[in-house]
């Protein structure tokens, strides 16, 4: 059971674009929302996260909008950088552990 | 910022021998998870542990997969035997409390192939 659905797969933007990563989840009770982003050979970081009392979360040039009646939550990277390429995991989590989505390899051209 | 440490970085053992992967957690921290990854898939959540005990498993976590932290020395992932589909990148991660709105420091992960 895929508790948290993400899309899309991968994505190609060039620089200097707002490259936009989607996530949903079905079980109402996560309550904190994450997004990590994993370079190749490398472990998850921690890139910006929202709590479900706000529906925007800015840092930088990261915004995380989050609609709880939809149960949808995206990241918006404006200015794309190559140095953006990389995976991008959204998470979802309650008092148990997280659950991530599946990744979308993002793919900025210069 | 934060370290988990993972030993070793790689590992290849023949199917059906013991292999235990060790996890150095950020040191004030108090909950523990192991998660699998296959080469270019998601992140498949393991088990986490906290206080000594087990706190929550998925079904990927088989019978043949046990964690401890004996002593507040490594939290460590033993597969015993292991097979073939074993094979995959094994992440350690840690949390300073409950996994609710916690970060997640992850190690740098430890790459398993099995034969």
């Known amino acids: 059971q895929q508790q948290v659905r993400q899309s899309p797969q991968s994505l190609t933007v060039w620089e200097g674009e707002t490259a936009i990563l989607n996530c949903s989840y079905e079980?109402?009770?996560?309550?904190?929302f994450p997004w990590y982003h994993q370079f190749p050979g490398e472990s998850p970081a921690l890139l910006i996260a929202?709590?479900?009392?706000?529906n925007k979360k800015e840092d930088g040039r990261f915004t995380i909008f989050f609609n709880k009646r939809e149960k949808k939550f995206s990241l918006h990277i404006a200015d794309s950088q190559p140095g953006d390429s990389a995976t991008y995991f959204c998470?979802?989590?309650?008092?148990?552990?997280?659950?991530f989505g599946a990744g979308t390899k993002l793919s900025v051209k210069p | 910022g934060p370290k988990v440490l993972q030993i070793p970085s790689h590992q290849i053992i023949d199917m059906g021998q013991m292999v235990t992967l060790n996890c150095d957690p950020v040191?004030?921290?108090?909950?523990f998870y192991w998660y699998k990854q296959i080469l270019g898939q998601q992140m498949e959540f393991l088990v986490n542990?906290?206080?000594?005990?087990?706190?929550?498993k998925s079904k990927l976590f088989k019978d043949q997969f046990s964690v401890e932290r004996p002593d507040g020395s490594y939290f460590t992932l033993k597969i015993q035997p292991t097979a073939l589909e074993d094979s995959a990148v094994y992440f350690c991660?840690?949390?300073?409390?409950?996994?609710?709105?916690?970060?997640?420091?992850f190690g740098p992960g430890t790459r398993l192939l099995v034969l």
């Open positions: 991660a840690s949390s300073p409390g409950t996994g609710g709105q916690d970060t997640q420091y």
């Open positions: 929202i709590r479900p009392v706000s």
């Open positions: 079980d109402s009770t996560f309550d904190y």
């Open positions: 998470a979802a989590n309650n008092n148990n552990a997280p659950r």
């Open positions: 040191s004030n921290h108090l909950y």
């Open positions: 542990f906290y206080n000594g005990k087990v706190m929550e």
